[in-house]
């Protein structure tokens, strides 16, 4: 099945493909959002405190008399930067572990598997927890821990693709011609599992986005003066009888990106596997 066809299918996916317009837009106000901004999102302004949203600030001012359009708009970024950690960690280290534990086999396949196994045993808000507190509380780190407690999802789905795909005639056809377990991995099995892998990864936005939220709301994740959705919410979650317009807008921004990861997702599993369209 050819990229253009894969596309086409995606496309037709009306939900999905919004979605994706979405995100894309959600990148392009990270990597732009100093200039798109109207005011320094850090600047305080003790004579504006709590304003009430208006044509100068469009979403209010928060307790320091802070811009909340231009502080949402700057969060974007932690979230950008979350997702990036989320997808890049686990390909580069969960895959290639999936892969080699899929074709080899044998003990390599038991001891990778159970490392996984472990890995997987602990609900990830933990082990994310338990590893922004060994490396220390930051944005960077909260995202190290993201990736990090992605690579068992990642690994387990490389090992099953990987276990069909080493059966296959052409794999077969390459062994008996003499090619090497590095160059059939690299040569045959990753491009064929690859439809799958970038279907867990456009999912894995939404997971790395609400768990970068949920450490930053926590205190571990997103420190002052770096700016996340989560310490959005967490600072107005203090003042949500009195304001709660608040904590509206940066909910609703981390539901919208939630949501549209989950259906960009779902639109290209429709899109590389047709039947299980006609499942659902």
């Known amino acids: 099945m050819g990229f253009k066809e894969v596309f086409k299918r995606f496309m037709a996916e009306r939900l999905a493909f919004i979605s994706f317009i979405y995100l894309v837009l959600l990148v392009i106000v990270a990597i732009f959002a100093p200039y798109i901004a109207p005011y320094d999102p850090n600047k305080q302004d003790l004579a504006h405190v709590l304003a009430d949203p208006s044509f100068s600030h469009l979403m209010g001012t928060d307790n320091l008399g802070r811009d909340i359009f231009s502080r949402l708009l700057m969060g974007t970024r932690a979230a950008l930067q979350a997702s990036l950690f989320a997808i890049l960690i686990p390909v580069l280290i969960g895959i290639p572990i999936g892969i080699i534990a899929g074709y080899l086999g ?96 456009s999912l894995n936005i939404s997971f790395a986005v609400l768990v970068e939220v949920s450490l930053s709301f926590l205190g571990m994740g997103a420190q002052s003066p770096d700016i996340s959705w989560g310490s959005l919410i967490q600072q107005a979650y203090t003042m949500i009888n009195m304001k709660p317009w608040m904590i509206i807008y940066p909910g609703v921004a981390v539901s919208l990106t939630i949501m549209a990861g989950n259906f960009v997702g779902d639109g290209l599993r429709v899109a590389v596997d047709p039947k299980l369209k006609n499942k659902s």
């Open 106 to 201: 044998g003990l390599i396949d038991d001891i990778f598997m159970r490392i996984v196994d472990a890995i997987m045993s602990i609900p990830a808000i933990l082990l994310c927890l338990g590893i922004t507190a060994a490396l220390g509380v930051s944005l960077w780190n909260a995202m190290i821990a993201i990736g990090i407690t992605s690579i068992p999802q990642f690994a387990r789905l490389a090992r099953g693709q990987t276990l069909q795909v080493r059966t296959e005639a052409y794999v077969e056809s390459a062994k008996i011609s003499g090619a090497g377990s590095i160059w059939i991995m690299l040569k045959h099995i990753i491009p064929n599992i690859s439809p799958p892998v970038l279907v867990q990864a």
